[in-house]
């Protein structure tokens, strides 16, 4: 994958950390290269609610996995490539349908 492309990828509380100490890293060992000139923001969503939920990210507290899920995109019209990151139950991967927006045929591909 490449900038400008909407990403979808859940990630284990225990690789947050790492992500968020190098997000450019993450990324590219990932597969989304990301232009130097490109600023990387990420937004944490519900993040009091999240801490609420998971017992203050304890994944023992918690009693089982913690969940992190991310969609990105942009470098499109302008230089930043944005990161929203909520938390859901490991129970919940895979039960809700996602719904493109435009006819595959149309996804450009890189």
Request: with cysteine.
């Amino acid at each position: 994958m490449s900038h400008g492309i909407c990403i979808f990828r859940n990630v284990r509380l225990q690789n947050i950390l790492i992500f968020l100490k190098d997000p450019r890293e993450f990324l590219q060992k990932i597969g989304i290269v990301i232009p130097e000139d490109c600023r990387i923001e990420t937004c944490i969503e519900n993040h009091d609610g999240m801490s609420k939920e998971t017992k203050r990210l304890s994944e023992e507290a918690y009693g089982g996995p913690i969940v992190i899920c991310n969609i990105g995109e942009g470098n499109i019209a302008r230089s930043v490539y944005k990161i929203s990151s909520y938390a859901h139950r490991d129970s919940d991967v895979g039960k809700f349908k996602k719904k493109l927006l435009h006819e595959s045929s149309l996804e450009k591909k890189s």
